[in-house]
């Protein structure tokens, strides 16, 4: 089969992207019915009303069915209640008719596409009547893109996709037409803002904020439609780079003015901005340390410049000491975020989201959920996950993150019975991940890396559904009518693909053993003596580190009842998270019934045997997708059987040469 990818630019960049997960025939079950769409004139965010009426026009003309009033006998009905409440959409199946209802127009879209993704099954079947909400209004993708390239990571930050979608040539692209499809990729997953650059905020990107308000306000009105708002990364220290102060202390009256008239000049700009996301005093980004000021001073400060206008600061915790002396014993990054800001709890203003990651270190492919999500009671929190691969394979590893995330979201952190993390980040606060995409032909390097924002999307609107059904769900939008074969073999490759990596990588969640700086591959000892933080301490005897109460950083102290004595133990620490609170001999037996320094070696040729079978699978049903598609696969899972093998290798001799103990079943260890 040809690929329906149309050829592009000199640079490779496809002129029509693949269509992800909105391909034309996605909408046939739509788009051969009568529908009526109802909307009452002057109603709120008109925009995205259009939107509506424009996909039901371009489904039922593609499609032959046809454009009805509401008393033509329509067999799907779209309407907008301005009196109905809530965020979400009602879907009523009575007969032969279905009707669609919601109070907002960006809440009708998103039940229009619950309607695709549903296909033939939404007409078929029993008379019901369900309502769709969204358990948080805040559901959030982060972008990594600076304007300019930048010289150690390129123009996308841990980006692995190609170029920015937004910027070209240092400057904003005179075509969306990206943007746009973009837009509607979300908005079909429901996401509902977008902050469009990255945390680390460069002298370039700074400007956005001042004098490339024009350039922003063109990129949110290809947002808009969709239901999306926009938000934007700023400097902690604007108020000198871009206003020409001496200071940015956040308690200094010009500085507050200078953010006060900043921000008036971005809502004279964009009238629905979302607003500003913040990484200060983190890596090196200013921030009110320099003044002797915390967290939470800085964020009120901007706060208070964005409440008149319903904005909202972003402000996130990944703050940790990165210039780290290696000999140190007493300093542990783990702790960090929590130590900074739990004393903060109550202190922030109610238009302020403190952001945390979902693990205390860096979107490790394991690692224990952050205590600081469950120690903010009085603050509004919203999780961080992170759709890019960094440490998950750079979307050259087929790596599906559903299933980590659905660990994440229903953790229990105060025991059984009590609220998950999903339910208490959606209380007041939030999701947000960082994005995949770029300017790739297919949005995301790999094609089925698509399935993680996919994923992402879906979980952030209902946190309970099965990782599993939602590649599914993917599957099926996306590579519509595609012989069974096909598509169990794309589930199958992926739907274990993250523990997968986790076998061949690093292993009891002991984390970082990547090659500094890109984080592509393996080296065991690449972190271990730099600023950065260090993470196994493997010895002759042993591997792990000790981050107990009792005689190790106290870590574990940080977590409520009853995990903090859970993992306060090495007895009663899960195995997956072992060597993430302590250090043990290579002759530590699991719970699983075998040694530390035999699992690893066990995973490790394991992790490797699955990624043959990863490549069989695929090579099986290749024929029955198109050629570019059937190549990129193939050409990436070559790549990840050839780097499995070397982290398999370097892993498995780092920890013979270490312990001198052999593997008990003789394989080759170099
Ligand atoms: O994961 C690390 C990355 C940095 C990133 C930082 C962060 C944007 O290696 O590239 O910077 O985290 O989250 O701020």
């Not at 109603?43 to 008393?71: C, F, K, L, M, Q």
């Not at 050259?396 to 994440?408: F, K, M, N, Q, T």
């Not at 990596?501 to 271990?528: A, C, I, K, N, W």
């Not at 060597?579 to 320094?597: C, D, E, K, N, R």
């Amino acid at each position: 089969m040809t690929s329906d990818i149309v050829d592009g630019g000199p640079d490779g960049s496809a002129a029509v992207p693949h269509p992800a997960w909105l391909p034309t025939a996605a909408f046939a079950p739509i788009g051969r019915r009568r529908v009526a769409v109802v909307l009452p004139d002057g109603n709120d965010d008109a925009e995205v009303a259009a939107t509506v009426r424009r996909e039901v026009a371009a489904a039922t003309s593609a499609h032959g069915g046809s454009v009805v009033g509401p008393d033509e006998h329509p067999d799907l009905v779209l309407v907008l209640e301005p009196t109905a409440t809530g965020s979400g959409f009602r879907v009523v199946r009575d007969g032969d008719r279905l009707t669609v209802s919601a109070a907002r127009p960006t809440a009708l879209l998103h039940g229009l596409f619950h309607v695709v993704r549903l296909g033939e099954a939404a007409f078929d079947g029993p008379d019901g009547d369900e309502q769709h909400s969204p358990v948080s209004g805040l559901r959030m993708l982060n972008h990594w893109d600076n304007v300019a390239s930048h010289p150690r990571h390129g123009q996308v930050e841990r980006g692995y996709s190609g170029g920015s979608i937004f910027y070209a040539d240092g400057a904003v692209r005179t075509d969306l037409s990206r943007v746009a499809a973009y837009a509607r990729l979300l908005a079909a997953i429901g996401i509902d803002q977008v902050a469009i650059n990255n945390v680390n905020v460069a002298a370039r990107e700074a400007r956005l904020l001042t004098d490339g308000l024009d350039d922003v306000a063109r990129i949110a009105a290809v947002l808009r439609p969709y239901g999306i708002r926009t938000h934007l990364s700023v400097s902690f220290a604007s108020p000198i780079t871009l206003g020409g102060l001496t200071t940015s202390d956040p308690l200094d009256a010009d500085v507050r003015t200078w953010w006060r008239d900043t921000a008036a000049r971005v809502w004279g700009a964009v009238g629905d901005f979302g607003g500003f996301v913040v990484k200060a005093d983190s890596e090196g980004q200013p921030g009110p340390f320099a003044y002797g000021r915390d967290h939470a001073d800085g964020a009120n400060m901007l706060a208070e410049a964005v409440a008149p206008y319903g904005g909202l600061i972003h402000w996130r915790a990944f703050v940790y000491n990165h210039r780290q002396d290696w000999r140190d014993r007493s300093t542990d990054r783990a702790r960090a975020a929590f130590d900074h800001f739990a004393p903060l709890d109550g202190h922030f203003a109610e238009n302020v989201v403190v952001q945390v990651k979902h693990g205390p270190m860096d979107f490790q492919v394991r690692e224990p959920v952050s205590p600081l999500l469950a120690a903010l009671p009085r603050t509004r929190v919203a999780l961080e996950l992170q759709v890019t691969q960094e440490y998950t394979g750079q979307q050259r590893h087929a790596v599906y993150l559903g299933p980590e995330w659905s660990e994440i979201l229903r953790w229990q952190a105060r025991g059984d019975g009590t609220p998950t993390v999903a339910e208490d980040v959606a209380r007041a606060g939030g999701f947000t991940a960082v994005s995949n995409v770029g300017d790739d032909p297919y949005w995301t390097g790999h094609p089925f890396a698509q399935a993680n924002l996919y994923a992402f999307g879906r979980l952030a609107w209902d946190p309970t559904l099965d990782p599993s059904d939602l590649l599914d769900e993917w599957v099926t939008l996306t590579f519509p009518g595609a012989p069974a074969a096909l598509r169990e073999a794309i589930h199958a490759i992926l739907d274990e693909s993250w523990l997968t990596y986790e076998q061949y990588t690093t292993p009891l969640g002991v984390g970082f053993m990547v090659r500094p700086g890109h984080h592509y591959g393996p080296d065991v000892d690449g972190y271990e003596y730099t600023p950065w933080g260090t993470y196994h301490f493997a010895d002759r005897d042993g591997v792990g580190v000790d981050r107990s109460s009792a005689t190790g950083t106290g870590y574990a102290g940080q977590y409520p009842e009853p995990w903090r004595d859970v993992y306060e133990s090495a007895e009663s620490c899960p195995d997956e998270l072992l060597l993430f609170f302590h250090h043990v001999p290579y002759t530590h037996v699991l719970h699983s019934g075998t040694t530390v320094i035999q699992h690893i070696y066990d995973t490790h040729f394991a992790g490797v045997e699955r990624v043959e079978r990863m490549v069989e699978a695929w090579e099986s049903v290749a024929h029955l997708t198109d050629d570019d598609l059937t190549a990129r696969v193939r050409e990436r899972l070559a790549e990840q059987l050839r780097s499995a093998v070397e982290w398999r290798d370097q892993v498995n001799t780092y920890f013979w040469r270490k312990s001198g103990i052999a593997d008990a079943h003789g394989r080759v260890i170099h």
